[in-house]
């Protein structure tokens, strides 16, 4: 006998409201919807990219990772400030370990390969030209989330160095560089 499933659909939201983790109503054009939707899409593009480089690749593995740390930041910012001491570090909360990390991680990279020392146009490849759209929709939500998660939040900073890897991301899987002044 087959189970009944619950519906994709439950309508709640018809009014233009959203429901909000730990509870709470808010419009969905506010702060923390514009915040945490605009880290989804960030995390929907690190999806692509994932395609595109291949399972089991050592981008892969970055990239699971750094879509796992979304949830947890999307879980931040979908929490009306007064339920935030519900949340659970590192669960549904975004630490300074986590954005410590992505900081190893770009220190890591940054010895793999020399830096270019122009402006660079995006393109090079598929992967880094997805990579380079994730770059600009995490800084997208970096600012939506100064107004969401204002400090000693961590979302702010955990984009900032988001935004700075996945920058060093897209470098590395260029393999060599283009500058500006290469291609004009």
């Keep these: 006998m087959r189970m009944a499933r619950e519906k994709v659909y439950t309508r709640a939201g018809d009014d233009g409201t959203t429901g909000l983790f730990y509870g709470g109503r808010v419009g969905k054009d506010s702060a923390l919807p514009r915040a945490y939707g605009a880290v989804d899409e960030a995390q929907a593009i690190l999806g692509l990219a994932r395609a595109e480089a291949g399972k089991g690749t050592e981008l892969d593995d970055m990239l699971v990772h750094i879509c796992r740390d979304l949830w947890v930041l999307m879980a931040e910012l979908a929490t009306l400030p007064e339920n935030r001491h519900k949340l659970v570090d590192e669960k549904t909360r975004v630490t300074e370990l986590m954005v410590e990390k992505l900081e190893h991680m770009i220190d890591s990279l940054d010895e793999r390969f020399?830096?270019?020392?122009?402006?660079?146009?995006?393109?090079?490849?598929?992967?880094?030209?997805?990579?380079?759209?994730?770059?600009?929709?995490?800084?997208?939500?970096?600012?939506?989330?100064?107004?969401?998660?204002?400090?000693?939040?961590?979302?702010?900073?955990?984009?900032?160095?988001?935004?700075?890897?996945?920058?060093?991301?897209?470098?590395?899987?260029?393999?060599?560089?283009?500058s500006v002044k290469d291609v004009i």
């Design 114 to 178: 020399e830096p270019p020392t122009d402006f660079v146009v995006p393109g090079q490849n598929r992967v880094s030209a997805l990579l380079d759209v994730g770059r600009t929709v995490a800084r997208r939500a970096e600012r939506h989330s100064l107004a969401a998660a204002p400090p000693p939040s961590q979302a702010c900073p955990y984009l900032n160095r988001l935004s700075d890897l996945l920058w060093t991301l897209a470098r590395w899987q260029e393999g060599e560089s283009l």
